[in-house]
């Protein structure tokens, strides 16, 4: 029921649930939602940082750095370790706004985004370094370059989005040959 509340799963009366498709559109409202609240968020954040949270957030991103992105079992599905410190790690870096509404808000586009970065996975042409994204967001965030930190952690999400709407395009091409040869 929670689930179904924050619109990760719909139901049916009497059948019971289902989990919402993935959309195109839905990835850019949800983009441009989460880079607007985490925008304010961050900014917040560095405004109001303390000693604890610059350490909180060093050994977050120490951590992400040790861990593979890609699961040792299969190289197709992120490694659940590595998505557990990642959602740390953004956790902590709004973790100091001073506003629980907003960091529960962002937390509920990061359940969403996770859907569609399993989507990011294996996007083929898009090259990135995912630890030093995380690093130089984190190195503005630490030095109390606010603009900076927002440039870059904009830059992460529009980079994963970019990655996931060429899994889109790829599966309309799918779609689109598939179509193609049923006509013949």
Known sequence: NRLASEGLLGRHDQRGFFIMPVSA????????????????????????????????????????????????????????????????????????????????????????AYRYRQMAIDGEGVQRDDFGEHRLIAECALDGNADGAVEALLNHYQLTAAMCMKRFEQDDETKELARKRARR
């Open 25 to 112: 559109s839905e990835l850019e409202e949800l983009t441009r939602t989460r880079c607007w609240l985490e925008e304010r968020a961050l900014r917040e954040s560095i405004a109001h940082r303390t000693a604890e949270w610059e350490e909180q957030l060093v050994l977050a991103l120490h951590r992400l750095g040790r861990a593979s992105r890609l699961s040792p079992q299969d190289l197709f599905s992120l490694n659940p370790d590595w998505e557990r410190l990642h959602r740390i790690f953004h956790r902590v870096l709004i973790s100091a706004c001073r506003s629980q509404w907003l960091v529960g808000f962002c937390d509920q586009l990061s359940d969403h």
